[in-house]
């Protein structure tokens, strides 16, 4: 590894420095080491290992803290574990807070005081973006979004033939030549958005989506430049490009003039927009922003669609992504809407709020450094599935669409991964 430079240290330490933030010196002090937290990660179930232990995350950014910030950490840091931020300790937090962990959450909830480890998981990222030490696979796909609009760096051309292509799809699926997917329309109710995976890899997605549109009759639009819900700027914990992604999608909604932001099937695209988005901007969002989840039970209960579940009668099962569930309170609606287009829901365990993640999140899917440990932690899901005997699994979340794929093609599960735009659009009666 090479020598951290001196100024981008100091920025790093800066960022453990500040005393007007509350939340961050409650929870860099609060954690007792009880152990609790160890049976809740993937990491730790896995492997058992010591050093994949929530609380040791925790711990490795406290000792950072206590050796620049107390009196005892400057002047008897054996005393009380504090630990210099040199190459050694860089290293070890690079492999811990970027290759260890998913920042699921689900080690928050079973947390017997509360602490909150994906935040400090995340504060020590915002260090190690500091320095530059960002796994250049996940930095790559940040530049990307930055330097075209898009995580995937597709060119415009590309991602608008695929919308013309879809458009016609849609038309020949719903016999009607003048059902559309719009792009660029100004004064549409629905600004709608698309995680790049989509156009590139899963089209039929967009023309599951546009399906329900249609037949709610909706007035939407897409963008041809800034479409994409993704934010990877808030894995690689650097704030400056998280808030430039974040604003492109912001203004882009004002220059079209789109009432409601609609978040598409991405469990962080969600996490970052709806709740991080007005605080990397500095000021609440002038116009409403909700999941297209929310939005299609929305229609449901407003009788804009209609469903008919016996269309979708195989044996399903629900994923539930960490960032729309236990992290973004969409555990009833979710489950309201599957529960009106599928016949036979079987349910994981445990499930809801209290899930296993996929292993692909917190910016895991894009760091091919860490792809066998991925892997090996998402056998737990894989067990899940497979224990569920479902033929189907439903997720709204196209991240853990492309982890779930994965493990069905590395774990032989013989299982068909679906987002919740395509079951409902299965199930419209038109």
Same mark, same amino acid.
């Given at each position: 590894?090479?020598?951290?430079?001196?100024?981008?240290?100091? &920025?790093?330490?800066?960022?453990?420095?500040?005393?007007?933030?509350?939340?961050?010196?409650?929870?860099?002090?609060?954690?007792?080491?009880?152990?609790?937290?160890?049976?809740?990660?993937?990491?730790?179930?896995?492997?058992?290992?010591?050093?994949?232990?929530?609380?040791?995350?925790?711990?490795?950014?406290?000792?950072?803290?206590?050796?620049?910030?107390?009196?005892?950490?400057?002047?008897?840091?054996? +005393?009380?574990?504090?630990?210099?931020?040199?190459?050694?300790?860089?290293?070890?937090?690079?492999?811990?807070?970027?290759?260890?962990?998913?920042?699921?959450?689900?080690?928050?909830?079973?947390?017997?005081?509360?602490? =909150?480890?994906?935040?400090?998981?995340? &504060?020590?990222?915002?260090?190690?973006?500091?320095?530059?030490?960002?796994?250049?696979?996940?930095?790559?796909?940040?530049?990307? /979004?930055?330097?075209?609009?898009?995580?995937?760096?597709? *060119?415009?051309?590309?991602?608008?033939?695929?919308?013309?292509?879809?458009?016609?799809?849609?038309?020949?699926?719903?016999?009607?030549?003048?059902?559309?997917?719009?792009? =660029?329309?100004? =004064?549409?109710?629905?600004?709608?958005?698309?995680?790049?995976?989509?156009?590139?890899?899963?089209?039929?997605?967009?023309?599951?989506?546009? &399906?329900?549109?249609?037949?709610?009759?909706?007035?939407?639009?897409?963008?041809? &430049?800034?479409?994409?819900?993704?934010?990877?700027?808030?894995?690689?914990?650097?704030?400056?490009?998280?808030?430039?992604?974040?604003?492109?999608?912001?203004?882009?909604?004002?220059?079209?003039?789109?009432?409601?932001?609609?978040?598409?099937?991405?469990?962080?695209?969600?996490? /970052?927009?709806?709740?991080?988005? *007005?605080?990397? +901007?500095?000021?609440?969002?002038?116009?409403?922003?909700?999941?297209?989840?929310?939005?299609?039970?929305?229609?449901? =209960?407003?009788?804009?669609?209609? +469903?008919?579940?016996?269309?979708?009668?195989?044996?399903?099962?629900?994923?539930?992504?960490?960032?729309?569930?236990?992290?973004?309170?969409?555990?009833?609606?979710?489950?309201?809407?599957?529960? /009106?287009?599928?016949?036979?829901?079987?349910?994981?365990?445990?499930?809801?709020?209290?899930?296993?993640?996929?292993?692909?999140?917190?910016?895991?899917?894009?760091?091919?450094?860490?792809?066998?440990?991925?892997?090996?932690?998402?056998?737990?899901?894989?067990?899940?599935?497979?224990?569920?005997?479902?033929?189907?699994?439903?997720?709204?979340?196209?991240?853990?669409?492309?982890? +779930?794929?994965?493990?069905?093609?590395?774990?032989?599960?013989?299982?068909?991964?679906?987002?919740?735009?395509?079951?409902?659009?299965?199930?419209?009666?038109?």
């Amino acid at each position: 590894m090479k020598p951290i430079d001196p100024v981008k240290r100091e &920025k790093a330490l800066a960022l453990l420095a500040s005393t007007s933030d509350s939340k961050l010196l409650t929870h860099l002090n609060s954690c007792v080491r009880c152990g609790l937290c160890a049976i809740s990660c993937m990491y730790y179930d896995t492997f058992h290992e010591a050093k994949y232990i929530p609380a040791v995350k925790v711990d490795i950014v406290a000792s950072i803290y206590k050796r620049y910030n107390t009196f005892l950490g400057k002047h008897a840091p054996k +005393l009380v574990n504090a630990r210099p931020l040199n190459e050694e300790t860089a290293e070890e937090m690079v492999d811990l807070l970027f290759g260890s962990c998913t920042m699921c959450g689900r080690c928050v909830t079973h947390c017997s005081i509360g602490v =909150d480890i994906s935040y400090l998981v995340h &504060k020590g990222r915002e260090m190690l973006a500091e320095m530059g030490m960002v796994p250049a696979s996940l930095q790559s796909t940040v530049d990307a /979004a930055v330097q075209t609009g898009n995580n995937m760096a597709i *060119p415009v051309e590309e991602y608008t033939d695929t919308i013309e292509w879809m458009e016609e799809e849609l038309q020949d699926e719903v016999e009607d030549e003048n059902a559309r997917i719009p792009l =660029d329309e100004t =004064d549409c109710n629905i600004f709608y958005t698309l995680n790049p995976r989509e156009p590139k890899f899963f089209p039929l997605s967009i023309k599951a989506m546009a &399906k329900i549109f249609y037949a709610a009759k909706e007035s939407w639009t897409l963008s041809s &430049k800034y479409y994409d819900v993704t934010n990877y700027g808030y894995f690689n914990g650097n704030t400056a490009e998280a808030t430039l992604i974040a604003r492109n999608l912001h203004d882009e909604v004002l220059r079209l003039k789109g009432k409601r932001l609609i978040l598409g099937e991405c469990g962080h695209g969600s996490y /970052a927009n709806r709740w991080e988005g *007005p605080n990397y +901007l500095g000021h609440s969002y002038e116009f409403d922003m909700i999941t297209a989840v929310e939005l299609i039970k929305e229609y449901i =209960d407003s009788g804009r669609i209609r +469903l008919d579940k016996s269309l979708n009668s195989e044996p399903v099962t629900i994923h539930d992504p960490c960032n729309l569930i236990r992290n973004g309170g969409l555990f009833k609606t979710l489950r309201y809407v599957l529960h /009106a287009s599928c016949s036979n829901i079987i349910e994981m365990d445990p499930y809801g709020n209290d899930n296993h993640c996929c292993g692909g999140g917190g910016g895991q899917l894009a760091m091919s450094e860490y792809n066998e440990r991925r892997l090996g932690i998402g056998k737990i899901k894989a067990d899940q599935i497979s224990k569920s005997s479902a033929k189907i699994v439903i997720t709204p979340c196209h991240n853990c669409v492309d982890q +779930l794929l994965q493990l069905n093609h590395t774990y032989k599960l013989n299982v068909k991964i679906m987002t919740v735009a395509e079951i409902v659009a299965n199930a419209l009666i038109l």
